[in-house]
């Protein structure tokens, strides 16, 4: 059983930046793949971005590729999504997510892979 707490969201201008922050509590986090998912109003959730349980093998949606940048760390229970030259389109609440997984080089893409998720943080980015 795992339990994710998202931190981090808020207002930010075109061009800015913001730091989202999952924290986990329960036990093995280094067990559990990672994803980070959002969804805008009117919209479907969709995937952003993955990383393996390992960190080594990491995947991006095509429009945030170069500019997210996602991160975790197994000591601190802690998975980051680091979000530069952010866009009016990159506007949702954002959700981390996480899977048991026992390959440790694979990620997930698929919402319905993932069996634990938050609460969802606020992402605002005016123009």
């Known amino acids: 059983q795992v339990t994710l707490v998202e931190s981090g969201g808020g207002l930010v201008q075109a061009g800015g930046s913001l730091r989202l922050s999952c924290a986990a509590s329960g036990r093995s986090f280094s067990n559990y793949a990672l994803g980070w998912f959002r969804q805008a109003p009117g919209k479907e959730r969709e995937f952003v971005t993955a990383?393996?349980?390992?960190?080594?093998?990491?995947d991006y949606i095509d429009s945030v590729k170069g500019r997210f940048t996602i991160s975790r760390d197994n000591a601190k229970n802690t998975v980051s999504l680091q979000m530069n030259s952010l866009k009016p389109e990159d506007t949702a609440v954002y959700y981390c997510?996480?899977?048991?997984?026992?390959?440790?080089?694979?990620?997930?893409?698929?919402?319905?892979?993932?069996?634990?998720w938050g609460q969802g943080t606020q992402v605002t980015v005016s123009s």
């Open positions: 997510a996480a899977v048991l997984s026992f390959i440790p080089g694979t990620f997930y893409t698929d919402s319905s892979d993932y069996d634990y």
């Open positions: 990383i393996s349980r390992s960190g080594v093998s990491i």
